[in-house]
């Protein structure tokens, strides 16, 4: 640290000033340290100004780092920050290193302290940080599955209403529930009072409310796939068999570039496709897949998975291969794999997909 004379002033130059951040609705825990020892630790409000504004008044011309975990904030504290010249990174909550005391005496300030270490170690490996433009892109088509649940949820509570009062849910002349005329069947159900007839209309309103947000929006997505940026991809995509060109909006929104994913692996663990295992001297067990990663992709590639095997007789025959060995549960994760690796492919090398190949 360095004094300037003329001015009497402090001058942090060529030194790093390590913020480690715990970030609340209300209030931000700060743990601000140097490399060798801890500085202060201190409660501000959240906003990013204010800490840029308390490191430039107490350690002048110092490079800062900031860093914070993952969670409901989103990324906006990191976009504020790099734009006001302060490098900051994003970690998921699980990868900061840990003690055994700090999980057991878990504290804001705890939490804040392990973070600055962390960065101070060069311990902290930051998550990918997408674009605003490609943030909101990403939540256009997550609200798409959100929607898909709350239609399931108001299904549900209809056949549960009606299977309370020994109704069936299904009309004698409606062969396939949730069709038109299923859906106007319900409408004719009468129960024995004006308030039980009430609620089994607010549930067929919202049925209904809920499939015409539905619609609306998957006309948005489309929308959005004939952008630029997806319309080539989500060509591509569409050619496997199984995916649709929603499956492809969310694949092509949620991993952002491809090309940051420098082999399969990393890529199965970013979907959350990567095996556990546990290891001690010489022996070694291999466990279920640590479910570790994107939760949406890992649906949708499940679920895609099951159809390849239906409509690509080379994904028939390995499935058929693994399942001589193995459960079809077991199997059908090695087929999403298989699966995962020819949509890397046809990212990377721009070529539609093919059926009867083997690898």
């Given at each position: 640290m360095n004094y300037s004379n003329k001015h009497n002033s402090l001058d942090f130059s060529g030194q790093s000033i390590y913020v480690g951040m715990d970030v609340h609705n209300k209030t931000w825990k700060l743990c601000i340290r140097t490399e060798e020892l801890e500085l202060k630790r201190m409660t501000t409000e959240p906003n990013p100004e204010i800490l840029v504004r308390h490191l430039r008044k107490n350690y002048p011309g110092a490079s800062y780092r900031c860093a914070y975990e993952a969670g409901y904030?989103?990324?906006?504290?990191?976009?504020?920050?790099?734009?006001?010249?302060?490098?900051?990174?994003?970690?998921?909550?699980?990868?900061?290193p840990t003690t055994n005391k700090e999980k057991t005496y878990k504290t804001d300030p705890r939490d804040c302290r392990k973070i600055a270490r962390g960065l101070v170690n060069d311990e902290l490996n930051a998550i990918y940080v997408h674009s605003r433009e490609e943030l909101e892109n990403r939540n256009l088509v997550r609200m798409r599955q959100l929607i898909v649940k709350k239609i399931t949820r108001v299904k549900n509570q209809i056949k549960s209403l009606l299977a309370f009062?020994?109704?069936?849910?299904?009309?004698?002349?409606?062969?396939?529930?949730?069709?038109?005329?299923h859906k106007a069947y319900?409408?004719?159900?009468?129960?024995?009072?004006e308030h039980g007839n009430y609620s089994l209309n607010v549930l067929i309103d919202e049925l209904s409310y809920q499939e015409e947000s539905l619609s609306k929006l998957e006309k948005e997505i489309k929308k959005l796939s004939c952008d630029i940026r997806y319309f080539a991809d989500a060509k591509l995509l569409v050619t496997i068999p199984g995916i649709s060109l929603n499956s492809a909006m969310v694949w092509l929104t949620e991993l952002g570039d491809i090309k940051r994913f420098k082999s399969l692996d990393q890529l199965c663990n970013f979907v959350g496709l990567a095996p556990s295992s546990n290891s001690s001297g010489e022996k070694e067990i291999i466990g279920k897949i640590s479910k570790r990663g994107n939760s949406y992709l890992r649906r949708i590639l499940i679920e895609s998975s099951w159809v390849a095997v239906k409509k690509d007789p080379a994904m028939l025959a390995a499935h058929n291969k693994f399942c001589r060995r193995m459960n079809g549960n077991k199997a059908i994760v090695k087929i999403a794999r298989k699966l995962l690796n020819r949509i890397r492919s046809i990212l990377l090398n721009k070529q539609p997909y093919r059926t009867h190949v083997t690898e």
């Open positions: 904030s989103g990324f906006w504290i990191q976009q504020k920050l790099e734009s006001m010249g302060v490098d900051c990174v994003v970690v998921n909550p699980g990868d900061v009062y020994g109704i069936s849910v299904n009309g004698p002349d409606c062969k396939s529930s949730w069709t038109k005329k319900l409408k004719t159900i009468r129960l024995e009072t």
